[in-house]
């Protein structure tokens, strides 16, 4: 079955502790994306990648970091959590980046808490 | 710059009522728009898409059509189902965004029995 695996699924955790949520897809896509949802403001891009090695910033990068090593991989970490980074997490794959008639496919999400 | 603005919910809805959410883009060039629903606890599917102006997406029971000159994507059902009660997200990419949807804040639809 084609999808994209984001785990943990949920994770309470304390400011500072870093932390890593992992994101896999299996369909050979190229372009990856994580990004965060909050009540009122809709799902904002925090990184994407458009293929191997190739990762660029979204709207709200600021406190995290992002790999692409290997094409079906794409983990989203967070060095040092801070309690405004408390959000729902969403990865999602398209099999390129930009193209018009290409929607991405969503994980079913991440819900960290940084206490 | 590029935005999407879609209405307020809560809307709560009576089984079968006809359904009608609100969305409207700003974007340089012709975006391609999407609706994305969530349902309680889960991800994000793609509900429906459209790519160019006057084409109308549909799924499920939904509808959506592309209007250029109103710069809208307006979601609509005939008859809404108690499953229906989900989240709601218009979204567009645009041909600058490097593969960025852009979403509206979402909206709430809850149907009653």
């Known amino acids: 079955e084609a999808q994209v695996t984001q785990n943990p699924r949920y994770l309470i955790t304390v400011t500072g502790k870093k932390l890593t949520v992992t994101c896999s897809q299996n369909?050979?896509?190229?372009?990856m994306s994580w990004y965060r949802q909050d009540p009122g403001l809709g799902l904002r891009q925090i990184y994407y990648s458009m293929n191997v090695e190739v990762t660029d910033k979204g709207d709200v990068p600021e406190g995290y970091k992002v790999s692409r090593k290997e094409k079906r991989n794409f983990p989203l970490i967070l060095e040092s959590p801070s309690p405004n980074q408390t959000s729902l997490y969403f990865c999602?794959?398209?099999?390129?980046?930009?193209?018009?008639?290409?929607?991405?496919?969503f994980g079913d999400g991440t819900r960290l808490s940084i206490l | 710059g590029n935005s999407v603005t879609q209405m307020e919910g809560p809307v709560t809805l009576s089984e079968e009522a006809f359904l009608t959410i609100n969305c409207t883009y700003t974007a340089t060039g012709y975006p391609s728009l999407f609706w994305y629903v969530q349902y309680p606890g889960e991800g994000l599917q793609l509900l429906l898409k459209a790519t160019k102006a006057d084409d109308k997406g549909s799924n499920k029971g939904f509808e959506a059509t592309y209007r250029k000159e109103t710069t809208s994507f307006h979601l609509e059902k005939g008859s809404v189902q108690v499953s229906d009660s989900a989240v709601y997200f218009c979204?567009?990419?645009?041909?600058?965004?490097?593969?960025?949807?852009?979403f509206g804040a979402g909206t709430q639809v809850v149907v009653t029995p």
């Open positions: 999602a794959s398209s099999p390129q980046g930009g193209l018009r008639n290409q929607p991405q496919h």
């Open positions: 369909m050979n896509h190229e372009y």
């Open positions: 979204a567009q990419l645009t041909t600058d965004s490097w593969g960025k949807l852009q």
